[in-house]
């Protein structure tokens, strides 16, 4: 393949993925590492990429860039369904579980309405209204005060205070990026604080995300791979980011989104 078809290439997987990591492009296009840096380096110089460690991605995706929740509501619905449905067989009646904001939350939040009784604790509006028509009477949702974030989060002083109190006997959690190098990231450092006292609070903790996550970098670290028992994802996620979870992280659970 010429070098502008390689860069084509390049920047198309840039724009379905938000991000792009040498190793991987090596081995997609069949050339060398420095062939593809190379490659890198006439995208960047034209503005059409920007470098990060191992790799790049696109202009504007800068690691405090926190899209709405009714912007990723529509984005990968299959795979959030098909990872929601896997998610939903871990939960029996009686548990105490954690949902934290997020779109993949909310379709689990969904599934998880018709199992009754639970007790639910939550930091995020959407998943908390999923629950308040559906829920049954012996199902009890507790939702946590904060100021509340682009993505529909309750998050800061108040709800981290309120977390430190519970005790969850399994908490879902949604995350912005996984990267092997800084683990699971979120764009807002409230967020991530609030988030970081979910995890806290669980016995065990799943990651829920969908593989457009992989290589996307938030500006804080939730948690490092080996402080997350089980991740939840689609067979979109490339082979070589599935090692390094099944390496890293205590169960790696992989789903299609074709049924």
């Given at each position: 393949m010429l070098?502008?078809?390689?860069?084509?290439?390049?920047?198309?997987?840039?724009?379905?993925?938000?991000?792009?990591?040498?190793?991987?492009l090596a081995t997609l296009l069949d050339v060398s590492e420095m062939t593809v840096r190379?490659?890198?380096?006439?995208?960047?110089?034209g503005g059409q990429l920007v470098r990060v460690h191992g790799g790049a991605m696109l202009p504007g995706s800068a690691s405090t860039d926190e899209p709405g929740f009714e912007r990723k509501l529509t984005r990968e619905e299959p795979e959030k369904e098909a990872i929601a449905r896997e998610a939903a067989t871990l939960v029996t009646p009686g548990l105490a579980i954690g949902l934290s904001a997020g779109t993949t939350t909310?379709?689990?939040?969904?599934?998880?309405?018709?199992?009754?009784?639970?007790?639910?604790v939550t930091n995020s509006v959407q998943v908390a209204s999923v629950f308040y028509p559906a829920a049954e009477?012996?199902?009890q949702v507790l939702l946590t005060g904060g100021?509340?974030?682009?993505?529909?989060?309750?998050?800061g002083p108040i709800a981290i205070s309120a977390l430190r109190q519970l005790h969850l006997d399994i908490?879902?959690?949604?995350?912005?990026?996984?990267?092997?190098?800084?683990?699971?990231?979120?764009?807002?450092?409230?967020?991530a604080e609030t988030d970081r006292a979910l995890v806290a609070s669980a016995r065990r903790?799943?990651?829920?995300?969908?593989?457009?996550?992989?290589?996307?970098?938030?500006?804080?670290t939730i948690a490092e791979f080996d402080a997350v028992d089980v991740v939840i994802t689609d067979d979109g996620l490339p082979?070589?980011?599935?090692?390094?979870?099944?390496?890293?992280?205590?169960?790696?659970?992989?789903?299609s989104a074709r049924g």
């Open positions: 070098p502008q078809g390689r860069q084509s290439a390049i920047l198309a997987r840039a724009r379905d993925d938000g991000a792009v990591r040498v190793t991987e190379r490659d890198i380096d006439v995208l960047v110089s909310w379709r689990l939040a969904r599934a998880l309405s018709l199992v009754s009784p639970l007790t639910v009477a012996t199902t100021e509340r974030t682009p993505s529909d989060a309750l998050v908490l879902f959690l949604g995350v912005h990026g996984m990267d092997e190098n800084v683990g699971f990231t979120t764009p807002n450092l409230l967020e903790t799943v990651v829920v995300a969908d593989h457009t996550k992989w290589n996307t970098i938030g500006i804080s082979a070589y980011a599935q090692g390094v979870l099944r390496d890293r992280v205590g169960e790696l659970r992989v789903v």
